[in-house]
């Protein structure tokens, strides 16, 4: 949506010892490619994963994941992280707007509401304040679809309309994927919160979903066996 508004797009892709982060990163690097920004860092905080510890299902591997919303897929602060380090790279390059992908269908992530995303805002340009008032940095503002009404569905069809079926190389799954032996492709498990998401708003979107799950029914595969990718 940046690209089509024409601002001047960086981009950022986080590791901090999340499953899925081999398939997060090679999408992200498809992606940054695909919409020719001008620069994309993949930036390791990985170590989050010590700090973390048992806390949540997405850093540590022997926790079931959730097939529905429970607040073992919370990351501690996880946006907090990864908007101010990106805040910090903006403000380095004298970008003004940070975007990041929360909608209405996030706000069971207090990380996502629009609350969090205002003070957010508010906190890191005080953290400059002297250096906005100087001319050395620009003032921030963090934009994301959450504040504009925005749910999953329209932002899918927001996307589809950019991006044609290059949206199914998007990666929603919790998990790092599951190994298809016949094609030696990685597929979606199909059975996370995530994927049953991401299934669902492709569905009222009113969109072919041509996501390759390993389970296309919610029922059809146990916590065991997303548990051992």
């Not at 205002?118 to 963090?142: F, P, V």
């Amino acid at each position: 949506m940046a690209k089509e508004k024409k601002y001047q797009t960086y981009m950022v892709t986080f590791i901090y010892g999340q499953r899925a982060m081999t398939r997060e990163v090679e999408q992200a690097k498809h992606f940054a490619n695909l919409l020719s920004v001008v620069e994309h860092q993949v930036i390791d905080v990985s170590f989050m994963k010590q700090l973390y510890g048992k806390t949540n299902s997405l850093t540590d591997t022997t926790l079931s994941l959730a097939k529905y919303f429970d607040y073992s897929i919370v990351v501690p602060v996880r946006n907090a992280i990864f908007i101010t380090i990106a805040a910090a790279w903006a403000m380095s390059i004298h970008a003004k707007t940070i975007a990041f992908g929360a909608h209405t269908d996030d706000l069971n992530y207090p990380d996502c509401r629009p609350k969090f995303i205002k003070s957010m805002a508010s906190t890191l340009n005080l953290a400059e304040e002297d250096g906005i008032t100087l001319g050395l940095r620009e003032k921030i503002s963090i934009w994301s679809p959450v504040l504009e009404g925005i749910n999953k569905t329209n932002l899918l069809k927001t996307g589809y309309r950019i991006l044609g079926e290059e949206i199914f190389r998007t990666w929603s799954c919790y998990s790092c994927g599951v190994p298809e032996i016949k094609k030696g492709s990685i597929l979606h498990c199909g059975v996370c919160e995530s994927c049953i998401n991401r299934k669902v708003a492709i569905n009222k979107a009113g969109i072919k979903d041509k996501t390759d799950y390993a389970n296309n029914g919610e029922q059809s595969a146990t916590q065991r066996d997303i548990h051992q990718y």
